[in-house]
């Protein structure tokens, strides 16, 4: 019975906590909202924050003189505190420090003053800015401890199934000092393992891995939510398969790389589907694949690869009907649907690309995340999508899927009571940040000065001119003795750059879309003397790169981008790869004409600028330096527009269709 109970139990927190997203408001309710939040967060503001983790740094001697018995007794009295919902200014400074002192004791690490700060706003649920190499995991272990106090359960997301294990792992100890338990969501643990880890005071993950698990207890819930009596549910409950929700109830969401989670893949929508019609669609998606072929861009069809969408023009509207007429497939009867499905296989063919958008791996179409870099072995587009990339290749068309449930990460996480993060850059999404989730960014200054060097911008007429530089740039940069951090947007250009350093015979490492583990060990190892590592862009987030004695005398990490990517803040993430803890170093951007952010969102100002045979290297002037400038924050806005829409369809979905 106490079984029985148990799960009782975890159903009922489970319900309890599926609460609806606040509504997005708009006009004058919105600026009331936005002015009410800041007169309600002054109280947390980095003066206060500030004053208040000076206090608890003059704690430090007092709490360092505890014996380790007298230490435990301070800890039990503390958190009782807590449970019984006394969490006074008081109590909350005492309570960081304990857990500042069990921290030093355990791992070594000293909080600095300006990671109290840190840990201190993400108590109040703020979303700290805190730049790269900052100590942030230690900052958010003291934080977790405090949240757990408060609130039972607490959420940790990380960007990977790598870093949540480890973190994990390595603040096991601190957890368990403070009376809490701890555990890491993994890719191959059973629901029952999933369910004991869910139970526990704190738990790591990633957003994928924490969110498919609550829409599947949303799916194993709503036939059980029905019964009209405890008891009935309960039966039902107790006989159903497995042991209930595996995700007890959303309390607290600490939110590791905030901007990425919460903003790049925001919108980003999870989707338990299952198989349908196993083999009648392929021969239909190899036909449009063929069709689409010979199809000619700009005769026949036009493209539209900013929004990625195709358009049959009169021509090849019957040159397509003539082609489909002659298929043995009924589906090709119907204009209608047969006209869509060359449209899609278009879009495949022209926005689509190997090496940007997706590799092959094994014989199967694998997603590039183009944010990360890395492979997304989990996931498919949908809308037939994949099929038509598939059939594009000549592959194996994989079964159509049907949705069962479908969420958006922006939606999971405005659904908690408490959200809380940190990140290297939430000072360019503040607005969104307050907008959106309706919570503060918090800005943290550094411990120590930036003494890192940000060289000028070199621009040039041409890709093959671009890459040419930026290898030779390498090259000086080995010769000093300097390890060097080359940042790529695709995998095609890494590959490039790979094959124009072995050519040169410069040894250097290649981090293209590797398994997680192999990815943080490969950049924690990046700030050796002379070094020479080419990643993602995002590659290696939540993995310090450390200068070993002669790359520091030597000048430090020099971090090359080989083009601006869409947001600015992306930029400005992988840069604060170098220079941390008042480390030197130097970051420097290239680019050309041909870069997709200018072509894409800017042609009209490339056209000023692209002259026919123009080659080389152009004179830095401001027009060409704004024109990037102009693309980024047109990229941003378009960014915004699409993340505005999804929030639209997620309040509505709330709105009408509150049980889906």
């Known amino acids: 019975m106490s079984q029985a109970l148990t799960r009782y139990h975890a ?17 004058l309710d919105k600026a009331a909202a936005w002015t009410r939040m800041k007169l309600t967060t002054q109280g947390s503001s980095l003066r206060v924050l500030k004053r208040e983790a000076e206090q608890i740094d003059a704690m430090a001697p007092k709490v360092r003189g505890y014996s380790e018995a007298v230490l435990d007794e301070a800890i039990g009295r503390v958190r009782e505190r807590f449970l019984l919902r006394t969490d006074d200014k008081e109590t909350v400074r005492e309570g960081m420090a304990l857990a500042r ?22 108590y109040r649920g703020r979303i700290v800015e805190m730049l790269t190499g900052e100590g942030k995991t230690l900052t958010g272990s003291i934080a977790a401890v405090m949240l757990a106090w408060k609130y039972r359960r607490v959420h940790v997301f990380t960007v990977n199934d790598y870093l949540a294990g480890r973190d994990a792992e390595s603040r096991e100890a601190i957890y368990t000092r403070c009376r809490l338990t701890v555990g890491a969501i993994q890719q191959e643990q059973s629901p029952d393992e999933r369910a004991t880890i869910y139970a526990r005071h704190i738990v790591y993950g990633t957003p994928k891995q924490i969110t498919a698990d609550y829409l599947r207890d949303q799916l194993r819930i709503r036939p059980m939510a029905t019964a009209w009596a405890g008891r009935q549910m309960m039966a039902r409950f107790g006989n159903a398969a497995g ?5 007890p109830g959303l309390c607290v969401a600490l939110v590791d790389e905030a901007d990425a989670v919460l903003i790049d893949e925001g919108v980003v929508p999870l989707i338990i589907a299952r198989s349908r019609r196993e083999d009648d669609m392929a021969a239909v998606y190899l036909g449009a694949a063929e069709i689409a072929r010979k199809l ?3 005769p026949d069809f036009s493209v539209d690869r900013l929004r990625r969408k195709a358009e049959l023009k009169s021509r090849g509207l019957h040159r397509a009907r003539r082609m489909w007429a002659e298929r043995p497939e009924a589906i090709w009867k119907a204009d209608r649907r047969a006209e869509e499905l060359v449209r899609q296989a278009l879009v495949a063919r022209c926005c689509y690309l190997r090496g940007r958008q997706y590799e092959i791996v094994d014989g199967q179409v694998v997603i590039v995340d183009e944010y990360t870099g890395r492979f997304l072995h989990d996931r498919s587009w949908e809308h037939g999508l994949h099929q038509a990339v598939e059939a594009k290749e000549g592959l194996e068309v994989t079964a159509d899927r049907e949705t069962l449930a479908r969420l958006s990460f922006q939606r999971f996480f405005r659904s908690y009571p408490v959200l809380c993060g940190m990140t290297g850059t939430a000072a360019d999404a503040m607005r969104e940040m307050e907008t959106v989730y309706r919570r503060p960014v918090l800005c943290v200054p550094t411990n120590r000065p930036i003494v890192r060097k940000k060289l000028p911008t070199r621009i040039f007429a041409e890709a093959e001119s671009k890459i040419d530089a930026i290898v030779e740039e390498i090259d000086r940069l080995h010769a000093l003795d300097r390890p060097v951090l080359v940042g790529t947007r695709s995998i095609e250009v890494s590959q490039l750059i790979s094959e124009r350093l072995t050519a040169r015979g410069l040894e250097h490492r290649v981090l293209n879309a590797l398994q997680h583990a192999e990815e943080s060990e490969l950049v ?6 002379g070094a020479i590592t080419v990643a993602p862009n995002m590659a290696g987030r939540g993995t310090a790169i450390r200068l070993d004695d002669r790359a520091r005398q030597a000048g430090g990490l020099a971090v090359i981008l080989t083009e601006m990517h869409g947001a600015k803040r992306i930029d400005r993430q992988f840069i604060g790869r170098s220079g941390r803890q008042g480390d030197p170093g130097s970051s420097q951007i290239f680019a050309a004409l041909d870069d997709d952010l200018l072509t894409q969102h800017a042609p009209d100002l490339r056209t000023v600028f692209k002259r026919p045979g123009l080659r080389g290297e152009l004179r830095q002037t401001k027009a060409t330096a704004a024109a990037f400038r102009v693309a980024q924050r047109r990229s941003e806005a378009r ?8 929030l639209r369809q997620d309040d509505w979905i709330d709105e009408h269709l509150p049980g889906s």
């Open 11 to 27: 159903l009922y927190e489970s319900l309890m906590s599926r609460r609806r997203a606040e509504r997005t408001l708009k006009g």
């Open 101 to 122: 002192e069990v921290a030093r004791r355990l791992t070594g690490e000293e909080a600095y003053t300006v990671q109290l700060v840190g840990a201190l706003g993400l």
């Open 243 to 247: 042991a209930g929700p595996i995700v």
């Open 296 to 298: 000619d861009e700009g």
């Open 524 to 529: 924690e190892h990046a700030g050796a003397a």
């Open 639 to 646: 960014d915004r527009r699409n993340r505005a829409a999804v």
